[in-house]
């Protein structure tokens, strides 16, 4: 793939910004997997990743989220049914980075989520905001209604 020179010289500068990374990453015919562990249903969970014969490094950006180094079958997982962890692209795990750099995420904050199905950002958001935050997780289409329901109640923060 040819990476637009105009994109290429917008990231020079920044900071950790590597062009030959980058390109690489872009090139490579891999697929890559990336997780959030629910922090609190967190023990033990990357040992049972390591138990399985897989590698993790953490993505940068976020507290809980780790790149796997081979896609499991989640749907055979129980600690996946059960919200120990969530199958997300990295680059959606950067609202947390995003929401710190706006807000004291220690304060009691409402937040709202507008087209939040099937769950991941309000998943992720509700792990990092306050006990005392309000979090309202909305979705417009009905048919995936059902989808946020069920992950905010694995996550297990739901008062549906």
């Known amino acids: 793939m040819q990476l637009p020179s105009a994109l290429l010289q917008s990231l020079q500068g920044l900071p950790g910004f590597d062009e030959q990374r980058f390109v690489d ?13 629910n922090p609190a249903k967190s023990k033990g969970i990357l040992q049972s990743f390591e138990n399985r014969g897989l ?3 953490p993505v940068p950006w976020t507290s809980d989220g780790y790149y796997l ?3 499991p079958s989640f749907t055979f997982d ?5 919200g120990c962890y969530y ?3 990295a680059s959606s795990m950067f609202v947390e980075h995003a929401l710190q750099q706006c807000v004291d995420t220690r304060q009691a904050l409402k937040v709202l989520d507008l087209c939040a199905a099937p769950g991941g950002k309000s998943t992720h958001v509700q792990s990092i905001i306050s006990q005392n935050s309000l979090l309202v997780s909305n979705e417009v289409i009905r048919q995936r209604v059902n989808i946020l329901k069920d992950n905010v109640m694995k996550w297990g923060v739901a008062t549906w």
């Open 25 to 37: 990453i872009h090139n490579a015919d891999t697929d890559i997997t990336s997780i959030r562990i």
């Open 55 to 57: 590698s993790y490094t």
């Open 69 to 71: 180094s081979q896609r």
């Open 78 to 82: 129980p600690l996946f049914h059960a």
């Open 87 to 89: 199958v997300q692209e």
